[in-house]
């Protein structure tokens, strides 16, 4: 990588809450590659952007609807991006490039765990038209291409930023908790092996979905964790949860709302009714759900012992789950493991909720120089690939360092 630039992260995840956007200066020093936030803010959808990702995250969108949304959604990036700029007294034309992660509409996983095909929209063009700034998205396609599962992507994030010191014994387990829950086993520089990432199942989505259901749709999260306190964990639910093939299936694997989503959600809930659980007993008990599968991933797939646990994401947010994934880890591996979040971190310092963002604008910068994007020890692709698709911005149509537009 060159000297000192500044690349801004776009993404929505499957919670689908909003668009998070993030800036960040990109350096190398020493032959390592460094990252520092600038910027970050989280740009909440509108009810109606929310009725449209409904529709589409449900199935339920027509090609027309599916079309549409691609443009529409695109300028509610490129409005997040240009609101982040305006907080940073940043203009456009310092920013290299936008790394846009885009909005998941489906990823299509067999029942063996192979991933077939998988989409994201939100028009780069049009990110790239409303911005002036030159966009890289459509990560996932390449890594799915070449037999890879398209996901965790962040996992190069950690790979390259996040990988414990020298001297710590164990490996550190980077996990976050986004719509998903998603975790990169790290282990400590200087010891010869992969990185090893994959989803571990539901993180804030189902969580989500109970809080909305026990306040009649008043809250579309649980804030501060305050409803699953309230209620009552019935264990033998979540263990019959845990039966569930996903957990036992091995890495490399990922999912999404196509498998956790509203109709598992409903199905659960009308489990948890009949063996008379209260709304907020449930918010309870799909918080506890998250935090015990958790655990059992690492239990099952962890490839060395684990010395500390990194969250991230929106649900480090939730005081009740992280206290929770502490406790289930303890229970399941035998051990307390301490249990830390992003902001605790020497570097890069960055907030916990813009981890996913900041990933896109790294992604973004590797692309920019030529660089793989993806770890096929944790996806599964063939090989190391260049992840992105590139749109020049009105005015800027370079394609990279030394690379130009035919007639430029």
């Given at each position: 990588m060159a000297g000192t630039r500044l690349f801004l992260g776009l993404m929505s995840g499957t919670s689908a809450d909003g668009v998070d956007a993030a800036l960040a200066a990109i350096w190398t020093e020493e032959g390592a590659v460094r990252l520092e936030q600038r910027a970050f803010l989280s740009r909440p959808w509108s009810a109606q952007e929310r009725k449209v990702l409904q529709r589409l995250l449900t199935n339920?969108?027509?090609?027309?609807?599916?079309?549409?949304?691609?443009?529409?959604?695109?300028?509610?990036?490129?409005?997040?991006?240009?609101?982040?700029?305006?907080?940073?007294?940043?203009?456009?034309?310092?920013?290299?490039?936008?790394?846009?992660?885009g909005q998941t509409v489906w990823h299509q996983v067999d029942e063996e765990g192979r991933v077939h095909s998988t989409l994201q929209i939100g028009e780069p063009a049009v990110i790239a038209e409303e911005t002036g700034i030159p966009v890289v998205a459509d990560f996932r396609v390449a890594d799915v291409a070449a037999g890879g599962q398209g996901a965790p992507l962040v996992a190069v994030f950690d790979w390259i930023l996040l990988r414990p010191p020298q001297g710590m014994e164990g490996w550190r387990a980077v996990q976050n908790l986004g719509g998903m829950?998603?975790?990169?086993?790290?282990?400590?520089?200087?010891?010869?092996?992969?990185?090893?990432?994959?989803?571990?199942?539901?993180?804030?989505?189902?969580?989500?979905?109970?809080?909305?259901?026990?306040?009649?749709?008043?809250?579309?999260?649980?804030?501060?964790?305050?409803?699953?306190?309230?209620?009552?964990?019935?264990?033998?639910?979540?263990?019959?949860?845990?039966?569930?093939?996903?957990?036992r299936r091995p890495p490399p694997k990922t999912t999404g709302r196509e498998l956790f989503g509203p109709e598992l959600a409903e199905r659960w809930w009308k489990q948890a009714r009949g063996e008379g659980l209260s709304p907020v007993d449930f918010v309870a008990t799909v918080t506890w759900l998250t935090a015990a599968s958790v655990a059992d991933a690492y239990a099952r797939f962890a490839p060395g012992r684990i010395e500390e646990t990194v969250l991230g994401g929106g649900g480090t947010y939730n005081p009740t789950l992280r206290r929770w994934i502490a406790q289930a880890l303890e229970?399941?591996?035998?051990?307390?493991?301490?249990?830390?979040?992003?902001?605790?971190?020497?570097?890069?310092?960055?907030?916990?909720?813009?981890?996913?963002?900041?990933?896109?604008?790294?992604?973004?910068?590797?692309?920019?120089?030529?660089?793989?994007?993806?770890?096929?020890?944790?996806?599964?692709?063939?090989?190391p690939r260049v992840l992105g698709k590139w749109v020049p911005a009105p005015g800027r149509e370079t394609l990279g360092p030394g690379r130009l537009a035919p007639g430029a």
């Amino acid at each position: 990588m060159a000297g000192t630039r500044l690349f801004l992260g776009l993404m929505s995840g499957t919670s689908a809450d909003g668009v998070d956007a993030a800036l960040a200066a990109i350096w190398t020093e020493e032959g390592a590659v460094r990252l520092e936030q600038r910027a970050f803010l989280s740009r909440p959808w509108s009810a109606q952007e929310r009725k449209v990702l409904q529709r589409l995250l449900t199935n339920q969108a027509t090609p027309q609807e599916i079309c549409q949304a691609n443009f529409d959604l695109a300028r509610g990036f490129a409005r997040a991006a240009l609101a982040l700029l305006r907080t940073a007294r940043v203009s456009p034309d310092q920013v290299t490039a936008i790394g846009s992660h885009g909005q998941t509409v489906w990823h299509q996983v067999d029942e063996e765990g192979r991933v077939h095909s998988t989409l994201q929209i939100g028009e780069p063009a049009v990110i790239a038209e409303e911005t002036g700034i030159p966009v890289v998205a459509d990560f996932r396609v390449a890594d799915v291409a070449a037999g890879g599962q398209g996901a965790p992507l962040v996992a190069v994030f950690d790979w390259i930023l996040l990988r414990p010191p020298q001297g710590m014994e164990g490996w550190r387990a980077v996990q976050n908790l986004g719509g998903m829950g998603n975790v990169t086993f790290l282990p400590p520089q200087g010891v010869e092996a992969p990185p090893r990432a994959f989803d571990t199942g539901p993180g804030n989505v189902l969580i989500d979905w109970a809080a909305s259901q026990a306040t009649q749709g008043r809250q579309r999260f649980d804030q501060d964790g305050r409803l699953a306190r309230r209620g009552r964990v019935h264990r033998a639910l979540v263990d019959r949860w845990l039966e569930h093939p996903y957990f036992r299936r091995p890495p490399p694997k990922t999912t999404g709302r196509e498998l956790f989503g509203p109709e598992l959600a409903e199905r659960w809930w009308k489990q948890a009714r009949g063996e008379g659980l209260s709304p907020v007993d449930f918010v309870a008990t799909v918080t506890w759900l998250t935090a015990a599968s958790v655990a059992d991933a690492y239990a099952r797939f962890a490839p060395g012992r684990i010395e500390e646990t990194v969250l991230g994401g929106g649900g480090t947010y939730n005081p009740t789950l992280r206290r929770w994934i502490a406790q289930a880890l303890e229970e399941r591996l035998g051990r307390a493991i301490p249990v830390r979040c992003h902001r605790e971190l020497d570097t890069p310092q960055m907030e916990d909720a813009a981890k996913e963002a900041l990933a896109f604008a790294l992604l973004a910068a590797l692309h920019w120089d030529g660089r793989p994007g993806n770890l096929p020890a944790c996806t599964g692709a063939r090989g190391p690939r260049v992840l992105g698709k590139w749109v020049p911005a009105p005015g800027r149509e370079t394609l990279g360092p030394g690379r130009l537009a035919p007639g430029a």
